[in-house]
């Protein structure tokens, strides 16, 4: 039977993915698909609820939500990775060490 | 009369004050200088009008001669309110203390005065005012000290006026036989105060109180009978340590060395000190401590401590050549004379020439310097002293030699004059002693031996000095004439008109003849009704009154008692006082005008050599030189035969081993703690609580600093491992 923890599984599986994805990978841009992936499970999760829980429009409207955040989102990200590549010249993610003590 | 602080208080005072505003003022020089002569000469004139208002109130209000006042305040207490611990200071009148008050204070007002002509010329009044400014300190002393009502304060005083002695004899100081002499002075005196401190605490610690008063209370309430002190009756052993003052600050017989040696002070200063005030100050603490010395049994040692000094300056006296001199030794055979008064219990009599013999003497010495100034030697620059460079002065100086004379018949116990009323009664006294038992034959040997030497070495001084031919051509001619000046001569003047008996007997044969009527007995002499021994029995029940408080006290004749002029004798022994009293004046003309006729005899018509007795008796003449070698008894004997020694002694043990092993030894101890202390601090605290600090931290740091690893993917892992924690823990 297609219930809700099924989609709550998915969409727990889908977060551990980007997690996963934004702890190992060391390229910066690999790290926003991460985050892409994320945002992504956010919004299957609200997409759920709405479905079986409450029957209105919320959750739907909040997935709209989620994927304009999640381009205006990375279109700061990127504007963030380009300004730091323009300093460090890389973008593997263990040479921002500034806050390190 | 009611009496308040304030009534009497300004005695004391007012030259206390002149001293502190003169000890600034006086040294500017100039008009400075000017006026602070000014203000000590008016405020010991204002003291004498106080002094003579209280005299006139005692004398004049018809007292008995055992009324006084007195008044108390607690000036500190150790034992926060009880009497145990107290000092009390206080106040005491009484009859004695007013005629010494007006003596002191006029005495003292024409000294200020006579010193503005003397100290003029010594660097403007006497290096800018500072004789004057320690003569102000004086006077507030010993008026202080006849005020004063317990031995402590007079302690206080009598060493505030040793300090003062000190400061004026070596008012020349440049001299060092000055300088010497001011410490002898005030060494000797101090050994007489170390005993009469002794006595007050040994007073105090029996009595519990230093008060007069409380003395004849304790006296006649018997808390004296049996207790000894090391021994000895505690009233002999007091009265001793407190004679033993007297005999120091009075020059009597062992501490008499420093009198002569203190004529190296100014003339002015000679005549206060050491003629009229200081050294009747031991006697009247005499006189104030009798009931203790006649409880101790301790009369015919005075007496005879007296005697000795009576006649022993009275011999060194005689072969004297400088002038001040002889006057010095007669004011020690004179002191000697009141002890000798107050041994054989003539307590009238002793304090009646101690009146007499400050009036005179002061005369003596204020005529003396007024000589010595005169007379001025143009080779050495300096004023003659000498005798043998004197003579034939009188008809240079009139005024000075007339008031020289009156007072030479005084003190030469002529009648007609005071020395002979005090001096002749004084005697008297010491012959009935005599007559009752045969050991006060020897005082009183010695007193009439001592005034037919007095009678001659005075008249010999001023036959010497002003008749016969001027020896010195030189010093004579360049004498200036004597004109009446009101501040040289109106002093000796004033002096000189005192020395007549009448002012002290009220007659002019000087013997028992009626002056001022007393209510209950007819008619006695006014000075002795005045003074009477101290009765113990009347001060039992003493009460004290506060000093800011009116005297409350009933006034009139309902208090006093009558005067016994038996003295407390039955009519046959007053009868044969009296003839005893008789024989002895009679004696006493006698030898006073044999004195002066073989003083004459020799100096003035030479008609006997001189010459031949001081060839005959050619050794004694030395020793008396020599004062009987008592200065080199003291400084060759006592100083550097034992004192010195005793000192290097003490210096080589002090030095050699105190120094240096109890003081020196203790810096190795410190220096082994300081060690130790090293150790410790190396040990404990820098290293383990120091170092040991950073060292912890370093080691949490090496932990703790990979948290902030910079690593962003750390964080997150942080954040993740953070949040499920929470859930779980949930």
Sequence with gaps: MISLPSYLIISFCLFIAGLTVMIARKNIIAMLLGIELILNAAALNFAAYTRFINQNLDGHLMSLFIIVIAAAEAAVGLAIVIRFFQIKESIHIDDATELQS | MDYTISSVAPIVLLPFFAFVINAFLARKGGKATVAAVFLACASIAGSSIYALKIFKDFVFGNYAADYYIHKVFTWFDLNGGGQEFAVNMGIYIDNMTAVMLVMVTVVATMIHIFSTYYMHHDMNYGRNGRF????????????????????FSVFIFWELMGFCSYSLIGHYYEKEKTGNASIKAFMTT?????????????????????????????????????????????????????FLGTIGKSAQFPLN????????????????????????AGVYLSLRIYPLIELGNLNYFVACIGGITALGAATIALVQTDFKAVLAFSTISQLGYMVLGVGVGSYNAAFMHLITHAIFKACLFLAAGSVIHSLHDHH???????????????????????????CTLAIAGVPFFSGFVSKDRILGDALVMATHSPKWIIPTALGFIGAFLTAFYMCRMMFLAFHGKP??????????????????????????????????SGSLTGQGVVKVADAHHGKYEWFQTLIQKPVVSKFTTMQREDFSGMDTRVKNSAEKSHYDHNHGLNEEEAHHVHHVHKIGAIASIFIALGGIFVAAMMYLWNKWNPGFWVNTFNRYYRTLQNKYYMDDLYIKGFIQGLLIPFNNLLSRFDMGFYDKYVVDGWAVVVRYLMNVSKWFDNLFVDTIMVDGTGASVRFFNVILRTIQSGKIQFYIIMIILVIFGYILAL
């Excluded at chain 2, 009469?196 to 009978?225: E, K, P, Q, R």
């Excluded at chain 2, 420093?258 to 000679?270: F, V, Y």
């Excluded at chain 2, 020896?471 to 004109?483: F, G, W």
Aim: charged share 10%.
């Design chain 2, 132 to 151: 004057f400014v320690y003569m102000s300190l004086f006077t507030s002393a010993m008026l202080g000290l006849v005020l004063s009502d317990n031995l």
């Design chain 2, 380 to 406: 050495t620059h300096e004023h003659v002293q000498e005798m043998p460079r004197m003579g034939g002065l009188r008809h240079k100086m009139k005024f000075t030699w007339f008031a020289m004379w009156c």
């Design chain 2, 190 to 242: 101090r050994i007489g105060d170390v005993f009469f401190l002794l006595g007050i605490v040994a007073l105090w610690t029996h009595i519990g109180s230093v008060s007069f008063v409380d003395l004849y209370a304790a006296i006649a309430n018997g808390a004296f009978s049996g207790v000894t002190v090391l021994g000895i009756p505690l009233a002999t052993f007091c009265a001793v340590c407190i």
């Design chain 2, 471 to 504: 020896r010195d051509k030189e010093v004579y001619d360049h004498c200036h004439e004597e004109h009446f000046s009101w501040n040289r001569n109106l002093p000796l003047l004033f002096l000189s008109v005192f020395t007549l008996g009448i002012w002290f």
């Design chain 2, 257 to 280: 060395v420093w009198l002569p040696d203190a004529m190296n002070g100014p003339t002015p200063c000679s005549a206060l000190i050491h003629a009229a005030t200081m050294v009747a």
